[in-house]
């Protein structure tokens, strides 16, 4: 089952960028926590989202929160995106689908007639005690960075 709101944050592992073990719980623990899942480096859909989310990644930070994108692409290849788009947001990569499964977002999609099974767009906002407060699913590009940040500051507001 998919996490829900008021849910916790689940107890899954990542890899980070340096190709590392990145503990979801502890990488959050303390602060406002926003965890983007998106479906591949360098397509433009995800490659707009990152941008967004890198040019307000200041004002996340203000407003007392931590940013992380999620796909399945290695380090490397996060490396190789991040430096050809001058990204300042950290991404991790979920290779075992753990935490898409933990989050509902390894689904089954169809595109041009076929069916397969890929990562649904959705950001994940969590408050500083680990809840999930709330969750965007199907994400439509433009726009959501400046929304996910609202609801940030209305999180560090209340």
């Given at each position: 089952m998919a996490i829900e709101e008021g849910d916790r944050i689940p107890a899954v592992t990542l890899t980070d960028g340096e190709d590392q073990p990145l503990v979801l719980q502890d990488h959050a623990a303390g602060e406002i926590f926003v965890l983007y899942f998106y479906p591949k480096d360098d397509t433009s859909g995800c490659t707009r989202e990152a941008q967004d989310f890198s040019a307000l990644l200041s004002e996340f930070q203000l407003a007392g929160a931590r940013v992380l994108g999620v796909s399945k692409d290695n380090a490397i290849k996060h490396q190789k995106f991040i430096a050809k788009y001058d990204l300042t947001i950290p991404l991790a990569t979920d290779a075992e689908g753990a935490a898409m499964e933990a989050f509902g977002v390894w689904v089954q999609k169809q595109m041009y007639g076929k069916t397969y099974m890929g990562i649904d767009r959705s950001t994940f906002l969590f408050d500083t005690d680990g809840k999930l407060v709330r969750a965007w699913r199907k994400v439509k590009v433009p726009g959501h960075a400046v929304e996910v940040?609202?609801?940030?500051?209305?999180?560090?507001?209340?």
């Open positions: 940040l609202e609801a940030v500051k209305e999180l560090a507001n209340s």
